[in-house]
């Protein structure tokens, strides 16, 4: 069974700072995608960055970014220049290649990080 | 602007009552899902559905049922509430085309059982 760790359940940084926030994961699947979500105080999750196993350059959105080691099984999200809109909790997910026609997302425990000015 | 809207921010139920949580998603989405978040564990799926009247329990269906009788809606049923299924609820649909599609979720809605 897939299984997701995330050991940081809390961080915090200051404003303008870089922070990374770990996860790793647990499979012995060789394609799938990894998933970085936030969900701020107002409780709507939302996609943050997207990795699929089979490419190996780590993708990149604005000021998040990810370092994904494969055979590490790592896979943890970096943010530049951090806002305080980037308070929230953020988790990371593991979706394996569907053989029951669905995809199912498996979550780690979160990480809550706080943004102080 | 995508949607998916769940009927209640917060709810408070006595014990042994019936719960309807309602999820409604203006996608057109062939997947939904129902996770509940409690701290420490993250999200723990309980219910998916893949088409109409179509079901599949997740990790963790014990207590709950799930209806789902037109495409864009998807209720979670608690048939006797108990005080350890007080939880927040998220509801969450994707596409069907394709893997790796991203999940949109609800507003959630937190689930007090007295």
């Known amino acids: 069974a897939q299984t997701v760790t995330q050991s940081q359940p809390e961080m915090s940084v200051q404003e303008a700072e870089t922070v990374t926030l770990s996860c790793t994961y647990d499979?012995?699947?060789?394609?799938?995608?990894l998933f970085w979500y936030k969900q701020p105080p107002s409780r709507q999750m939302i996609l943050v960055i997207r990795?699929?196993?089979?490419?190996?350059q780590n993708a990149t959105e604005n000021r998040f970014s990810v370092n994904f080691q494969k055979a590490a099984k790592s896979f943890s999200l970096k943010i530049s220049d951090s806002q305080l809109g980037d308070t929230a909790m953020y988790f990371c997910?593991?979706?394996?290649?569907?053989?029951?026609?669905?995809?199912?997302?498996?979550f780690g425990a979160g990480t809550r990080l706080a943004v102080h000015p | 602007d995508v949607k998916v809207t769940q009927s209640s921010r917060y709810l408070v139920k006595r014990t042994g009552e019936k719960v309807f949580l309602e999820c409604v998603q203006d996608?057109?989405?062939?997947?939904m899902f129902w996770y509940r978040q409690d701290p420490g564990l993250g999200l723990r799926l309980i219910y998916f559905?893949?088409?109409?009247?179509?079901?599949e329990k997740g990790d963790i269906p014990e207590g709950y049922s799930v209806s789902r009788e037109k495409k864009e809606r998807f209720s979670l049923i608690l048939e006797s509430a108990s005080t350890n299924q007080t939880s927040m609820y998220l509801c969450?649909?994707?596409?069907?085309?394709?893997?790796?599609?991203?999940?949109?979720f609800g507003q959630g809605t937190r689930l007090t059982v007295v």
């Open positions: 969450a649909s994707s596409s069907a085309t394709g893997w790796g599609t991203e999940a949109f």
């Open positions: 499979t012995s699947e060789s394609n799938y995608y």
């Open positions: 990795q699929e196993a089979y490419k190996q």
């Open positions: 997910a593991f979706m394996k290649h569907p053989t029951g026609g669905y995809n199912k997302l498996i």
């Open positions: 996608m057109d989405h062939e997947n």
């Open positions: 559905s893949y088409d109409v009247k179509m079901k």
